[in-house]
């Protein structure tokens, strides 16, 4: 009910009272009892999360909105709320998808069981609007990402065979061709590329995320490198290049033991990634492959070929993806911590307006609230100790305790770390512009301005602190007794009664947690990838028309079809799709016979 004196909403308590136990028996009394209900009314919720309980009309009692309690039916609210009203008549848990006041939720539904004759229920929803708008923006992003790593390989490709003659370029590319004598050398090639392709994806993970672009770029390229060198049969300067990667691994082992520094983590990979590409250097090994005569020449080749192309473009791919999602999340979560500190001020407001005007304080005249002592510290224990209104960490990934400040905020520095922008803020920025609708990537992820009260601090990898960009001068005596902390408040007129840093843990994205999500759909994927690369191979280098002595050793002449057909011997004409190849044989047809490779026989 709501009181005709303040406006407030308020919960009564109401029993029946026995006529025998009073003076005037006569009428019906109740005893009541009127209080604010902390749990219900103005509570503190994480961001896109709210409740509802409502009676088996729908009539809203509380509201996690304090303005729609007793104002609001919350089937109307609901669009096709037929399922709603099932679950709450049956009085069963349910979960459902509504759409509550013009947007998407999803709800849980559970009747008050533990209470006799009950007939209220419960609704818990989160709105799905932030996280359909996080997925697309992570799409975007990632898509970004994926465009910027395709410009670099053209670029980098461009710079490496765009300066050679076509006549340098085929003779560059000879040793590419595929032959019946090289099938150890494929064998081997598609062992190691499947080794390196587990390193590689374990260091998409271990490797800090603002240092992962470096290994976008190094890994593909190595890859590349040592596989022409492999099919070049110049195994020394693979030699050379396990060493360099060792040095480097070394190198980054020193740098982690002496500065602890994230970037040199996986050196343990780097290790084994050097380890195999000893193991490629070994002729010996490529001549026990050798051997080797189960596979025939298209599969080996097709499959050093395919692992090639995984190692090139499906994992840096993923690793794009990672630097995409672990980037809106840190960008998600900031956005939470924003929204819950100002609630978590709104929530402090509100209890310095309720007890503004309670005497608490002994002294006989009546002192201000920045000069009592007494109501200072009822209020920090009103706001910090009692915590029924608070479901912060509830919803949120957040641990106990962790809500207010920490025990060594004495330690803490007295400014905040500055905040640099890296390049992914960079593209953020690009792609999202400041006079846009302003989306929460954009938004969060640009830094704190000089007028901004907030900052932020990583804890390692996984944990991100909101806390304000000045140091309280009461924070190093903080850690002693609350009074003591209240008097330094008082001497230093400090506002704030409630703690003002929050730290919430952040979901990134796991290898496991990756695996078993795509796992299946990348298997199959991968599958069908295969067997394409092994069809088009087998019609790009002709291995299933042309065996034995016919079979080509290597890359063909190009000549013009008027010359192939006044010249002695065989020759094939190669063209793409629809583009007259026929029409022009049957033009030539009394000079020449041919035939098409890819009819039926």
């Not at 609704?123 to 670099?152: D, H, P």
């Not at 809106?328 to 978590?344: G, P």
Request: aromatic share 10%; glycine share 4%; proline share 5%.
């Amino acid at each position: 009910m709501y009181s005709r004196l303040t406006g407030a909403y308020l919960a009564v308590i109401s029993q029946p009272i026995s006529p025998k136990s009073l003076v005037d028996s006569s009428g019906t009394w109740v005893a009541t009892l009127v209080t604010p209900l902390l749990c219900l009314i103005h509570p503190i919720l994480s961001p896109d999360y709210g409740f509802a309980v409502i009676d088996e009309s729908g009539a809203v009692l509380f509201h996690s909105d304090a303005a729609k309690n007793g104002r609001e039916n919350f089937f109307d609210e609901s669009l096709d709320s037929r399922d709603l009203r099932a679950a709450v008549s049956v009085r069963q848990e349910s979960m459902l998808s509504v759409i509550y006041e013009g947007r998407e939720h999803r709800l849980c539904v559970r009747p008050f069981a533990t209470i006799q004759q009950c007939p209220w229920s419960l609704i818990v929803f989160a709105s799905l609007s932030e996280l359909s708008a996080e997925r697309a923006e992570r799409t975007l992003f990632f898509a970004a990402l994926a465009v910027c790593y395709l410009a670099a390989v053209v670029i980098v490709l461009f710079m490496v065979f765009g300066p050679l003659s076509p006549s340098t370029f085929r003779d560059r590319l000879s040793c590419a061709w595929p032959s019946e004598r090289r099938k150890g050398t494929y064998h081997h090639l598609a062992l190691c590329l499947g080794l390196l392709i587990v390193q590689f994806y374990a260091l998409i993970f271990e490797a800090a995320p603002e240092r992962l672009p470096f290994w976008v770029l190094l890994i593909p390229s190595l890859s590349l490198t040592v596989t022409s060198l492999k099919l070049a049969q110049r195994t020394r300067s693979i030699t050379w290049i396990a060493g360099a990667t060792f040095v480097m691994a070394i190198v980054g082992l020193v740098l982690s033991l002496c500065n602890g520094e994230q970037w040199w983590k996986p050196s343990w990979w780097l290790t084994l990634i050097c380890a195999t590409l000893l193991f490629l250097s070994s002729e010996g090994a490529t001549a026990q492959f050798g051997k080797w005569e189960k596979w025939s020449l298209p599969t080996s080749f097709s499959l050093a070929c395919f692992l090639l192309l995984i190692l090139t473009a499906g994992l840096p791919c993923v690793a794009l993806f990672r630097m995409a999602f672990d980037y809106e999340e840190v960008a998600s979560t900031r956005r939470e911590q924003l929204l819950t500190m100002a609630e978590l001020r709104r929530r402090e407001e509100h209890a310095i307006r309720q007890y503004l005007g309670v005497r608490i304080s002994d002294e006989k005249n009546d002192l201000s609230l920045a000069d009592d002592l007494g109501k200072q510290l009822f209020l920090r224990r009103r706001l910090e100790e009692q915590s029924l209104d608070l479901y912060v960490t509830v919803f949120a990934d957040q641990r106990a305790n962790q809500l207010f400040y920490p025990k060594n905020l004495a330690q803490q520095t007295t400014e905040p770390p500055d905040e640099r922008l890296t390049w992914l803020s960079l593209l953020a920025s690009w792609l999202w512009l400041p006079h846009s609708s302003g989306p929460l990537t954009y938004e969060v992820s640009q830094g704190s301005s000089n007028t901004s009260m907030w900052t932020w601090s990583e804890e390692g990898i996984s944990r991100i602190r909101i806390h304000p960009k000045y140091k309280p001068p009461w924070s190093e005596i903080a850690a002693g007794s609350p009074e003591t902390a209240g008097l330094a408040k008082l001497i230093d007129h400090e506002p704030v009664f409630s703690g003002q840093e929050l730290a919430y843990d952040l979901k990134l994205l796991q290898p496991l947690d990756f695996l078993s999500t795509m796992g299946f759909t990348l298997a199959v994927l991968f599958l069908l990838m295969f067997l394409s690369v092994r069809s088009t191979l087998q019609r790009m280098f002709l291995l299933n028309d042309l065996k034995g002595a016919m079979a080509i050793k290597g890359p063909m002449n190009v000549i013009t079809l008027d010359r192939a057909v006044c010249r002695n011997g065989n020759s094939i004409l190669l063209g793409l799709p629809t583009s007259g190849k026929t029409k022009m044989l049957e033009d030539k047809k009394g000079k020449a016979d041919f035939r098409s490779s890819t009819s039926p026989r």
